[in-house]
């Protein structure tokens, strides 16, 4: 089975600080997605990859990066944290052929303060 | 406007019964269909896809797909308490990097 790993289960950051969310999938796909969900909104998209060092922006990218130096790492950054962005996030894996629907790693509660 | 429309329910069902949880989209050119089950503090899992008309099965779960009315449906039969859970409808919608939009889910609470 594949596997997408999120480093952190729950994270607590203060306002203003740089944060880094990394995701790491073991079976070579080549797209990878971030999503942020919340009560009422639904999974929205932030950014996504189709293959390394390629970025594009979803949704809602506004106070976020992305880096894919390696096929299987994407991560996410949020350059300053501010209390908006407390969410949970998905990171998202999927073969490049649109036959194949995402494998989602276990996410990130990330609370800002 | 690329949109995934779900009744955000509760749809509740008595356990045993069939529950069905329905889709609609706006995309005629969508060619590939997915249903994940999403249980409340956890990520989605896939648990169907579909790509043609018709129905497909596997185990107590159905999925049908109607691309004439852009609908797709997801049926559970012999419903059980371990089915409460929020289930996603997502749709591969033609162009655009072929990306997945989700809908916003259908809650459904199976009670015994």
């Known amino acids: 089975d594949v596997k997408v790993t999120q480093s952190s289960r729950y994270l607590v950051k203060r306002t203003g600080e740089k944060v880094f969310l990394e995701c790491v999938q073991d079976?070579?796909?080549?797209?990878m997605f971030w999503y942020r969900q919340d009560p009422g909104l639904g999974l929205r998209l932030i950014y996504f990859?189709?293959?390394?060092?390629?970025?594009e922006k979803g949704d809602i990218p506004e106070g976020y990066s992305v880096s894919r130096e390696k096929k299987e790492r994407f991560s996410l950054i949020l350059e300053s944290a501010s209390t908006n962005q407390t969410s949970m996030y998905l990171c998202?894996?999927?073969?490049?052929?649109?036959?194949?629907?995402?494998?989602f790693g276990s996410g990130t509660r990330l609370t800002v303060v | 406007q690329k949109e995934v429309e779900q009744n955000s329910g509760p749809l509740s069902v008595p356990e045993g019964a069939i529950a069905s949880l329905n889709c609609t989209y706006s995309?005629?050119?969508?060619?590939?269909f997915f249903w994940y089950r999403q249980y409340s503090g956890k990520s989605p899992e896939l648990i169907m896809s579909?790509?043609?008309?018709g129905d497909k099965e596997d185990g107590r779960f159905t999925a049908q797909l109607n691309k004439a009315s852009q609908y797709v449906s997801l049926l559970i039969r012999d419903s059980q308490p371990s089915d409460s859970a929020t289930y996603l409808c997502?749709?591969?919608?033609?162009?655009?990097?072929?990306?997945?939009?989700f809908g916003a889910g259908t809650r459904l609470a199976v009670h015994p």
């Open positions: 998202a894996s999927r073969m490049g052929n649109v036959l194949y629907g995402y494998t």
């Open positions: 997502a749709v591969v919608f033609s162009g655009g990097y072929n990306k997945l939009i």
């Open positions: 995309d005629r050119g969508s060619q590939s």
């Open positions: 579909i790509y043609s008309n």
């Open positions: 990859s189709y293959d390394v060092k390629m970025k």
């Open positions: 079976m070579d796909h080549e797209n």
